[in-house]
């Protein structure tokens, strides 16, 4: 069974920075995309970034610019580094990656528990 662990949300005043780690762990043959999604109060989960196994980013349009996403795929590790933070990124974070447990099996995707980032003066 895979398992997507998140870690690093939390409170933090508009202007301040986290970092959102996310770590998989189980029966896992390769990762292919990985990413970060988020659903803030009475609204849909949206896309904030994403990572392909060869490094290729892709923001959303309002995080560009002061989030960064990157992995270390010798942890199996995707990190979200988020800069300049605002009330309106507010949400829980959620983990995405796409996994492969075995060579026969196809890539699925699997998700973490979420991560809780409130941003308030």
């Known amino acids: 069974q895979v398992q997507l662990v998140e870690a690093g949300g939390g409170l933090v005043q508009p202007g301040e920075s986290l970092r959102l780690s996310c770590v998989p762990s189980?029966?896992?043959?390769?990762?292919?995309?990985m990413g970060w999604y988020r659903q803030a109060p009475e609204k849909e989960r949206e896309l904030v970034a994403t990572i392909s196994d060869s490094g290729i980013t892709n923001y959303e349009d309002s995080v560009e610019g002061r989030f960064t996403i990157s992995r270390d795929n010798a942890k199996n590790t995707v990190y979200l580094q988020m800069n300049n933070l605002k009330p309106e990124d507010t949400a829980v974070y959620y983990c995405?990656?796409?996994?492969?447990?075995?060579?026969?099996?196809?890539?699925?995707?699997?998700w973490g528990q979420g991560t809780v980032v409130a941003v308030s003066s």
């Open positions: 995405n990656a796409e996994i492969k447990i075995s060579v026969v099996h196809r890539y699925l995707p699997f």
């Open positions: 189980g029966s896992i043959f390769s990762i292919n995309d």
